[in-house]
């Protein structure tokens, strides 16, 4: 008995198609959240890689280490 007779018998096929239909949906549904979404939301996302020169060291001092 070979293994592609084991898998054909076992009934797996319909599997692959649900998971098609799956991604399918999920690609759709993100795509629908990402159009519906205000602009303005999209706007700000878009410029914070510009906004301020230097990064912000936000963390607390460590002891015996020079800001």
């Not at 549904?29 to 912000?56: C, M, N, Q």
């Amino acid at each position: 008995m070979k293994l592609s007779d084991v898998m054909s018998a076992a009934g797996l096929s319909s599997w692959a198609e649900v998971g098609l239909v799956l991604s399918f949906l999920t690609f759709v549904a993100i795509v629908i959240y990402v159009f519906w979404r205000k602009r303005s939301r999209w706007e700000h996302a878009r410029h914070l890689p510009l906004e301020g020169d230097a990064p912000t060291d936000e963390r607390e001092p460590v002891e015996g280490e020079d800001r």
